[in-house]
């Protein structure tokens, strides 16, 4: 029953993900080519140390998390934008377990990378848990925003300008809705008071999400 | 058995369905209305897309929405245009998936459905590479797609061309055993060929239901050929409708509810619509 459930959402991944045609690899692109070329800029100016780890896990955090929220939205384009789109919602009633599956082939490219970054690095798996967290938040919250807004590009522009404020400006408020970590070390005492109300409020949009789902068209 | 239960739907200040009840058995259904009679609307409650505010829709005693058999209902919205970049064998496989349609049986059943469409020669195309019309008709292919007992088709003759017409027709009269057609539309002519009864709402109420003979014999008696020259002495309420040239003769098609000068014709169903909707 479950296996078939999977095999079935898995299929109609495959063909949204078809349907997106190049976007697909945009998310790939970044975690394979883009990311790996920062970080070898930066290990051949700083060598493998402190300071190089500190950058490379900032980079990290900056392009990883925020393109799984771009294959949610994709995913997902005729569902919001698609002539017709209704009766995909006559069959469909949630595509929670969708936005979950795709989470999870994300965090299996996370993993990859991990993987490689943890022969030059210790403490690799505590970023990789961070990405993971961040990862989550941002696919639920494009799934929340793509229901709310209505629009793909509006849901996707949301995302990358909280993200833009996040990492890049220092009004007050910005320590308070950000997610992501500042140069402090890592440890997990840190990882936990950070990101336990990160993953609650992940949590918390996909259910939002899914009930924005069940009254789209009402 | 389809019935329709006292359902009452209201968007903020419109009642867009007042309390309508019907019982639907297997046939097919022309559903008419001029814009914003609530066609749509009736049509998405059916398939469990809008709550109803009061009432109920049950297929077979059992709640629509809780009707698990999710290859049930086959619907065709007004607006069809989905998976552009997919090809036309792969958006069917999207549907079949939807519908929970064994692995098994999806290929018959796709090849099936897109050949009743006239379209098998293309089912490996993309669907950004096919016309309007050929869209068009995907959509078709997939509402009935998995044979589902209750068909919705929502303006299903929009952009067809003449041949498309008759090939849909045709495809409704070779699927419509055991099943329930519901098919709105505003070309009359579509409805007079493949429907055997006729539903007809305004301001979200069903004002009329019945068969064929019985929506034209409600125009009887109450549709004149009158000569253009003598439009200006036409009396009481009346309606004008086609402008015809008959023997060199330019004459008009008058529906009224008071006698006219002219020769009274037999009526179409088109004729029953609108006196229904005037009120002769």
Known sequence: MYIKRFLIIKKQLYLNFRNVKGFYYIPLVFLYIVLPVLNIATIRQYGVCENAFTIICNDIQKFA??????????????????????????????????????????????TILMIVYSFYFTNIWLIFMRIAIQSLFFA???????????????????????????LFTNFGITKYISIFHSNSPINI???VTKNIP????????????????????? | MLKIINACKQFKNKKALDNITINLENGVYGLLGPNGAG????????????????????????????????????????????????????????????????????????????????????????????SGG????????????????????????????????MCFKNTISQIKEDKIIIISTHVVEDIEASC????????GKLIVSGSNNYISSLAKEKVYLVDAENEKQLKGDFFIGKRTSIENKDVIRVLSGEKQNGKSVKPTIEDGYICILKGF
């Open chain 1, 65 to 110: 998390p925020i393109m799984c929220s771009w294959w949610v939205i994709f995913a997902f384009k005729e569902y919001i934008e698609g002539d017709g789109c209704e009766v995909l919602y006559v069959y469909k009633k949630s595509i929670v377990l969708d936005v979950i599956l795709i989470y999870i082939w994300y965090l299996i490219h996370i």
């Open chain 1, 140 to 166: 639920s919250g494009a799934y929340l925003c793509m229901f709310l807004f209505k629009s793909i590009s509006i849901s996707f522009m949301f995302i990358f300008v909280y993200e833009i404020i996040c």
């Open chain 1, 189 to 191: 005492r840190l990882m």
């Open chain 1, 198 to 218: 990160v993953i609650i409020i992940s949590l918390f949009f996909l259910y939002l999400g899914n009930r924005l789902h069940k009254v789209y068209l009402k």
């Open chain 2, 39 to 130: 066609k749509t609307t009736l049509m998405r409650s059916v398939c469990g897309l809008y709550p109803l505010n009061t009432g109920k829709i049950t297929f077979n005693d059992l709640d629509i929405k809780q009707n698990k058999r999710l290859n049930s209902i086959g619907y065709l919205p007004q607006k069809f245009g989905l998976f552009n970049e997919l090809t036309i064998y792969e958006m069917m496989e999207y549907f079949a998936t939807l519908k929970h349609i064994a692995n098994k049986d999806q290929k018959n059943d796709i090849e099936n459905c897109i050949e009743r469409v006239n379209l098998l020669d293309r089912i490996h195309d993309k669907i950004s590479t096919l």
């Open chain 2, 134 to 165: 050929m869209v068009r008709r995907i959509g078709i292919a997939q509402a009935i797609l998995g044979n589902p007992r209750i068909i919705i088709f929502d303006e299903p003759t929009v952009g067809l061309d003449p041949e498309e017409r």
């Open chain 2, 196 to 203: 055997s009864n006729i539903m007809i709402m305004n301001n």
